[in-house]
């Protein structure tokens, strides 16, 4: 077992899947709990939701095009790269078998808050609510997260882009032997973010949430966006991760995991 003593604790380098490591060093089995496993998971869980709901709420234009395409963005663009920071920082930490469960639990969440909206479209609505705001309004703004549209959308994309970018994170750590963190978390976004959007905004199309004609648009700058935050917050991703590994007191290295979503 690799043992070094940062802040006063001991981190230990864990293979969930084996007892030795990238070279021949006898590894501990993997920590059943983490000290802020619950913490991330709950941020995790709150940033899927909040840019779900924010998605179907509003396109928002830049007001200027980019080789002749227009700079519009659906309002989750603003929060919802933060989960590909929260997953490289995941992965990075705990490994991806920890990633994916987070993965899954905040989808758990974004299915009952899609449930919730679903349930009270059908209610009947208060007359003076229906006077002054109404469900035209409602249908309107929730409609994409009360019909399934955006969460289909977004299970779609985000399986596909946020397992990826575990996978190859994952996979990048091991080959480069925990080096070069910020080529892993860059090259990892670029390609998990271009599976994302291109799947997400093809779904919400499809279900209607998005027209078509905003297809190229949404695409190109959601993805540019999304890598953009990346880069500006890499800086941010070292610390967390750094301060992270220290917490825990672990860095596990994914040796012989299988890379499968269940």
Not at 74 to 100: C, K
Request: glycine share 10%.
């Amino acid at each position: 077992m690799a043992v070094s003593s940062q802040a006063g604790r001991k981190k230990r380098r864990v293979s969930p899947a084996g007892p030795s490591g990238p070279e021949g060093d006898p590894l501990t089995p993997a920590a059943p709990s983490f000290r802020y496993m619950d913490v991330v998971t709950g941020i995790f869980s709150a940033i899927l939701v909040t840019s779900n709901i924010a998605s179907s709420a509003k396109i928002v234009d830049l007001g200027f095009s980019v080789f002749g395409v227009a700079m519009a963005f659906d309002g989750g663009t603003l929060l919802f790269p933060l989960s590909y920071i929260f997953g490289d920082i995941l992965t990075e930490v705990y490994g991806f078998r920890a990633s994916r469960r987070v993965i899954w639990t905040g989808f758990a969440a974004l299915a009952l808050s899609a449930l919730v909206f679903g349930i009270l479209r059908r209610l009947p609505a208060d007359p003076f609510w229906e006077a002054s705001a109404g469900t035209a309004a409602y249908e309107a703004i929730l409609g994409g997260m009360s019909s399934g549209g955006i969460v289909l959308a977004s299970l779609a994309g985000y399986l596909a882009g946020e397992l990826s970018n575990s996978v190859i994170l994952s996979r990048m750590k091991v080959v480069m032997k925990g080096r070069f963190l910020w080529a892993r978390t860059i090259a990892s976004t670029l390609a998990g973010e271009l599976l994302d959007t291109l799947v997400f905004v093809a779904a919400a199309s499809a279900a209607g949430v998005f027209g078509w004609e905003l297809f190229v648009t949404l695409v190109l700058t959601n993805y540019l966006l999304k890598c953009a935050l990346e880069l500006i917050l890499t800086p941010a991703t070292y610390a967390a991760v750094g301060a992270l590994k220290r917490a825990e007191g672990v860095d596990v290295y994914d040796h012989g995991v299988r890379y499968s979503p269940w």
